[in-house]
């Protein structure tokens, strides 16, 4: 079955894209006049398909198998897409379309993630936690590419129509799903169907609970920091630059983090949890450079303070995904990385919550308090770093 995992990898790559293509768009978006509070709902609009997506498709898969469970997501991302595109007509159709990218996301860090892992066990190139780095690489890629992409295009693409900007970058999404999808159905199914699922034992275990549950929500809260929060501070600065520079924070953010990601293997360790704690530690470096960044408004030091962040992101996917494929069960794999990914996207509505607080303190003060809030996480991950190891390690 050597490489067949990399049609799975495709389809996550393909939904990653989808889910990250609309956050350079938000400078678009504010500039059409279309109020922050508004762009910023929008932002966070697909949680609210993402997280019950991620607590249910996992399980789902355990019990009927990764592919239709699979395919279900890729075609929800691509539907996305086609609503997104309606946007020039009114909020409402992007609101629909982020909730149902929302669940296209899901399905494919919680089966997608999964799937990969079990076809790179019968991989002959594969070494140990191969199928974590492949699934958390090429999901990572499909959200800095999107990003990316979408952000050049809205920024310097056609305008042969009035709402040109704000539908073709979706529309070119549309058309890489639409290529990936006859692959994915061809990709070998790794789990038979089950008449039901067993209990969820691995949320209680206390590794997952004292090293994995105080890191989890920075992966995506970095990353909001990062590319929803720093092009703000900084955008009068800019002058006609702000898409571009928003597109640039976000690439940066995400490339840091998918270039890293070879590190967080070589730095995790069956003993203990260092490689999670090394990404606390740059996290919590990233939140204090983000506070000065916003303090003096400097465009290049958010942008250095955003890779930092993204390095920190890319640490803690991979070693979050290694520490819970330890542990869980075979047949609670997908529902435990869906959970996993649930508590990761909890970070996701960072933005939102320092948008309310900014009318209490200012935004170096708030992303100070971030700073401390994650070393705080830190202090208590080091304290059970050595702890509550799986008594036998699942294959990865």
């Known amino acids: 079955m050597s490489g067949r995992w990399k049609a799975v990898a495709a389809a996550m790559f393909c939904c990653g894209w989808g889910g990250n293509q609309f956050t350079p768009l938000l400078v678009m978006y504010r500039e059409a006049g279309w109020s922050v509070l508004t762009v910023d709902a929008l932002l966070g609009a697909y949680v609210l398909g993402l997280v019950p997506g991620l607590l249910l498709a996992g399980g789902l898969s355990d019990r009927h198998g990764r592919k239709p ?31 149902v990218t929302g669940l296209g996301v899901a399905v494919a860090m919680a089966v997608g993630s999964t799937w990969v892992k079990e076809l790179s066990e019968n991989d002959a190139d594969a070494g140990p936690g191969a199928g974590a780095r492949r699934a958390a690489l090429w999901l990572t890629l499909g959200f800095a590419l999107g990003a990316g992409v979408a952000g050049v295009l809205a920024q310097w693409g056609p305008r042969v129509w009035a709402g040109g900007p704000m539908a073709f ?94 590190l967080a293997k070589r730095l995790d360790r069956t003993t203990s949890a260092r490689a999670v704690v090394v990404s606390m530690v740059v996290m919590s470096a990233g939140l204090a450079v983000s506070a000065v960044a916003a303090e003096v408004r400097s465009p290049w030091l ?95």
């Open 69 to 99: 469970v699979m395919l279900v997501g890729t075609v929800l991302s691509l539907v996305a897409s086609l609503l997104l595109a309606l946007g020039a007509l009114g909020a409402g159709w992007i609101a629909v379309g982020r909730f």
């Open 169 to 262: 970058p979706y529309l070119v999404h549309v058309a890489l799903t639409a290529v990936a999808l006859p692959f994915l159905t061809r990709a070998p199914e790794t789990r038979a169907s089950a008449a039901g699922g067993g209990r969820l034992t691995g949320v209680r275990h206390p590794r997952f609970r004292r090293v994995i549950m105080p890191m989890a929500p920075w992966i995506f809260g970095a990353s909001g920091v990062a590319y929803a929060i720093l092009p703000q501070l900084v955008g009068d600065r800019l002058g006609t630059w702000g898409l571009a520079y928003s597109t640039l924070v976000t690439v940066c953010t995400l490339g840091a983090g998918a270039l890293v990601q070879p």
């Open 302 to 396: 958010a942008l250095g303070a955003a890779t930092v962040l993204g390095a920190a992101y890319g640490i803690a996917v991979v070693s979050g995904l290694l520490e819970l494929q330890r542990l869980a069960r075979p047949d609670e794999l997908a529902a435990l990385t869906g959970a996993y990914y649930a508590l990761a996207y909890v970070g996701f509505l960072v933005p939102s919550l320092l948008a309310v607080l900014s009318g209490v303190a200012s935004y170096p003060v708030l992303l100070g308090c971030l700073a401390l809030v994650a070393l705080a996480g830190t202090a208590v991950i080091v304290r059970h770093s050595h702890a509550h190891l799986p008594s036998e390690s699942v294959s990865v």
